[in-house]
């Protein structure tokens, strides 16, 4: 039996992020990318998993930026053992989520694992609604913020966080959808050797899918964060701060 | 004279000691065998000459501890002369040559046998008192030792001093039975002469047992002793030697990569290089490196003997098995934990000191590559900093184009070496160009070569961070990616010298880079600093009377034997250096190195600590505490804080001394010495 990761590859904002001249795309020679933060957390609780089970690991991507086999290769250097990657004509836009799990329903579906395991949310799935649609879709029992998993005979009890610190334990029937928000440990460290010897010796198989038709809301503007954040500290006799409040009050029009 | 059943039971006793110390040896051979690699005669020709006659001289024993060396050179050259003394009195047992009351050459053999013996007897009781008595073994409590050590290091240490006291002992006072026998002093053998007075009043037959028991106890003793000297540490004899001619002449700053096929690193004795199990067989357990261990000295699981210790008794117990070829037991569970592991800082300290040419630190970086490249856990921060390392280059997670941030706060461009050809290109390094406390250093370094009409220029965003202590932390995977993204950015760019602000970085462009194609001269910026100031480029206008003293940084110091440059640099700018009592090479570590600025120490005591403690020692009068390295800088920042000695002592790069002289910069009011213009 397998268990399926879903990685997904999302700007890197450690480096400056600039909004290309059309308007309503980031510009994408500028950009670089990096596996979205819970995405890593997923493939290291898949990972715990199969230290304790003997499942197979399969990584899956949709190559949206050209640059998925490294994140690939990374996964399979980690422990997993199959990478799977969607290619097809998607140059030039993101994919909404809905279309996201449209095209790895399928695929999924043809790897009959136990278990499918995704970041709990991504920076252009904020949402969480990956592990929701995927869910529908394949028609397997589906939950997200999942702290840690436990597979036993045809179930996988998984612990979510709710709010407040308060933990909900759950049992799922298999095949099921998790949206990992953390593993039950730091996602390991793998050492560029074993990158480059997994880059060397194992295969990315690939699989070809059609552009989604979109139903999407369209993008008509993106915008940077404007200028914020910035603080004053008020000094002197409390009469001149409450002065200068005042002041600044009046200023913004709200006095 | 022996009777002839004595002379055949000597014979017959030497065979079967012979063959047994034969069978010992041969299988030491074939357990060092099992390391990687051979040794190359061609080393050995070359060195063989020259390391000898250090040997002779004592000069590796001699780097620290003057009065035990001292003992120790007693107890060698006795030993050597000792040599000759055998093979005479074996002759005088068969045949009944003797030199007794001889004159001429044998007269002077007579006084030097003579009082060598005291001088070894004297010798070995002294060190036999100090390893008993005034400085018994200790380690750390949290250093891993095998339980045979334990004890063993006592007895073995027991036996040899016993087996020394007794066959040397037992040869002066035969000479004093035999003297006592002739009836008349021997003036060429004065103290055992004067034994010989004492024994007088006894018979001849008396004297006759005498001579023979002495002589057996002698000679025979040797033979008893032989089958167990490749057990004990006496062994040091040859293995010493041959350790110390067999070492490559390589920089110790430059790592030999993994051994391949495959292997990463050591996870086994067997997995090391031949080399690193001879040191074990080399070890004369002295403790040295343990005592200027930053490691252990502060309190932490790592103690460099202990590890050669362990390494000794696991193969004295295990000869046949491990010689035979059998797989032995991973080396944490035999030689070391994995906290002392990631303890070290690979200051070189235990290497440079070593008297019979060990290097521990080796095994501890190669136990390091086998943990990292196995996926054994790492500590958290080293985690994220390696991660950050092979995405963006540096340490601090920040965008490869902020490298240069720096450089726009200047009044003056930077030139870029990758669009014009400059004279000096600037190899900055990941402290002093993201570290915020050290960017004004930085910016400093760079006025001064300004000022001084320097023409130099900097890599901007393709310089990378050398990977001097990602190798040392045993990602030799990461350390060949940093340096292949260097090698092609400093291809692209034109220039004729490289010139570092971080030690770290110089070492790894000088030692490593060079032996992966850089072929260029390297220099640490304090060496441009004192030309510029020698060759009157950079002209003081204030002195700086006050007292200062200097740190060596490791990778500096003691790596490249860079001691004169900063010295010459803080002289020239009118300052009186008091030196601290570690110095040059033989310097205290910082405790930043092989990655451990990225890893949590744990909260004792930390060796910056101790070494502003050791400043302070100096004196009242001193007032600054200078660096010539951005970790540095940091490391002793904090250090002089936590110490609470803030405002006693202040922590200053050499360069920003020398800004001040020359009227590039102000310092901050306590910062500033008192001035004469
Ligand atoms: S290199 Fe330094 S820290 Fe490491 S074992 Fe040797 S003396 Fe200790
Ligand atoms: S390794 Fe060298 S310095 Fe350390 S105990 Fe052994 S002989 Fe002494």
């Known amino acids: ?255 | 004279m022996l009777t002839t059943p004595e002379r055949i039971a000597f014979l017959l006793l030497a065979l079967a000691s012979l063959l047994l110390t034969l069978r010992g040896v041969r299988l030491i051979v074939r357990a060092i065998g099992r390391g990687y690699g051979r040794p190359s005669w061609g080393v050995f020709l070359r060195r063989v000459i020259p390391v000898s006659l250090d040997i002779l001289l004592q000069r590796p024993i001699f780097r620290t501890r003057p009065l035990v060396s001292l003992l120790h050179a007693g107890v060698f050259f006795a030993f050597v002369f000792y040599g000759l003394v055998n093979v005479l009195d074996l002759l005088e047992g068969f045949n009944g040559y003797s030199t007794l009351h001889a004159s001429g050459v044998a007269s002077a053999y007579n006084l030097v046998a003579d009082l060598l013996s005291v001088a070894a007897l004297l010798g070995m009781l002294g060190l036999l008192l100090r390893r008993f008595g005034l400085r018994p073994f200790r380690f750390n409590r949290a250093v891993f030792l095998l339980p045979s050590v334990r004890f063993g290091i006592s007895r073995d240490s027991a036996i040899v001093g016993g087996f020394i006291l007794l066959h040397v002992g037992s040869r002066w006072a035969g000479q004093a039975v035999r003297i006592a026998e002739s009836g008349r002093p021997d003036w060429s053998q004065p103290t055992a002469s004067l034994l010989a007075a004492l024994l007088g009043g006894l018979d001849a037959a008396t004297l006759a047992v005498a001579s023979h028991v002495t002589w057996w106890l002698a000679l025979g003793l040797i033979l008893a002793f032989l089958p167990y000297f490749p057990y004990s540490k006496h062994i040091h004899l040859f293995m010493a030697p041959l350790n110390l001619i067999l070492r490559e002449e390589k920089p110790l700053g430059r790592l030999e990569p993994p051994v391949g096929n495959g292997q990463v690193g050591a996870a086994r004795l067997e997995e090391l290089r031949w080399y690193q199990i001879l040191d074990a067989y080399a070890c004369i357990m002295c403790n040295r490196c343990q005592d200027v261990c930053p490691a252990h000295g502060t309190g932490r699981a790592l103690s460099p003997a202990a590890l050669e210790i362990n390494k000794r008794y696991y193969l004295n117990r295990n000869l046949n098995s491990f010689a035979g070829g059998t797989a032995s037991p991973p080396l944490l569970e035999t030689a070391t934990s994995r906290a002392a592991v990631w303890s070290c800082t690979t200051c070189g300290a235990c290497v440079r000191i070593c008297p019979v040419g060990n290097r521990p630190m080796l095994d501890l970086i190669d136990l390091r590559r086998h943990l990292v490249f196995a996926g054994d856990e790492i500590d958290p921060n080293l985690q994220t900093a390696l991660e950050s390392l092979s995405r963006y280059g540096n340490s601090f997670g920040k965008s490869a184009r902020q490298r240069a941030r720096w450089a726009k706060d200047l009044p003056f461009p930077v030139k870029d070496a990758r669009k014009e050809p400059v004279e000096y290109l600037w190899f900055v390094g990941d402290f002093a160009s993201f570290d915020p406390r050290m960017q004004e250093n930085t910016k400093t370094v760079a006025q001064l070569f300004h000022q001084a009409g320097l023409d130099f220029g900097i890599l901007y965003e393709d310089e990378w961070n050398s990977g001097n202590d990602v190798r040392r932390v045993g990602e030799e995977g990461l350390f060949e990616l940093l340096v292949e993204h260097n090698l092609a950015a400093l291809g692209k760019a034109r220039f004729r010298a490289i010139v570092t602000t971080d030690p770290h970085s110089y070492n790894a462009l000088r030692n490593e880079y060079s032996a992966l194609g850089l072929d260029v001269p390297v220099y640490h910026y304090t060496e441009l600093l004192a030309e510029l100031l020698e060759r009157g480029q950079l002209q003081p206008s204030k002195r700086l009377q006050a007292v200062a003293t200097y740190h060596d940084p490791c990778y500096l110091g003691r790596y490249n034997r860079i001691t004169a440059a900063p010295r010459r640099v803080i002289r020239a700018l009118g300052l009186e250096l008091r030196e601290m009592p570690r110095h040059g090479e033989n310097t205290y570590c910082c405790g930043a190195g092989g990655g451990q600025i990225w890893m949590d120490s744990g909260g004792q005591e930390r060796p910056s600590e101790q070494r502003i403690r050791e400043a302070i020692a100096l004196g009242e009068d001193v007032r600054y505490f200078v660096v010539a390295c951005p970790k540095d800088m940091a490391m002793y920042s904090d250090a002089v804080k936590t110490t609470g000695y803030e405002h006693r002592l202040t922590v200053i790069d050499v360069a920003r001394l020398v800004a001040w002289a020359t009227g590039l910069i102000e310092l901050e009011r306590e910062a500033a010495p008192v001035s004469q213009s």
């Open chain 1, 1 to 255: 039996m397998t268990l399926a990761v879903i990685l997904k590859q999302v700007p890197d904002v450690v480096e400056e992020l600039a909004i290309a001249p059309s308007g309503t795309d980031l510009d994408r020679d500028s950009v670089s990318y990096v596996v979205n933060e819970f995405d890593e957390h997923a493939l290291e609780e898949a990972l715990l998993l199969r230290e304790a089970t003997g499942e197979d690991v399969v990584v899956v991507g949709v190559d949206t930026t050209g640059e998925l086999d490294q994140a690939l290769y990374t996964a399979l250097a980690k422990g997993a053992q199959r990478a799977v990657k969607l290619v097809g004509d998607f140059e030039g836009s993101w994919l909404s989520t809905r279309a996201l799990a449209g095209l790895l329903a399928p695929v999924i579906r043809e790897l009959s694992p136990r278990l499918v395991l995704t970041g709990v949310q991504a920076p252009d799935d904020l949402d969480g609604q990956l592990a929701p649609t995927l869910g529908a879709l394949l028609d397997w029992p589906h939950t997200g913020v999942v702290v840690g998993t436990e597979l036993a005979d045809g179930v996988v009890r998984v612990r979510k966080e709710l709010w407040g610190g308060i933990m909900l334990d759950l049992e799922l029937a298999t095949p099921a959808v998790l949206g990992i928000q953390a593993a039950r440990a730091t996602p390991r460290y793998v050492p560029v050797g074993r990158v480059r010897q997994a880059m060397r010796e194992s295969t990315i198989e690939e699989v070809e899918v059609e552009t989604p038709v979109e139903s999407a809301p369209k993008l008509s503007r993106l915008r940077a964060p404007e200028a914020a954040g910035r603080a004053e500290m008020l000094t002197g006799s409390p009469s001149d701060v409450a002065e200068r409040i005042l002041e600044i009050l009046r200023a913004r029009g709200l006095y």
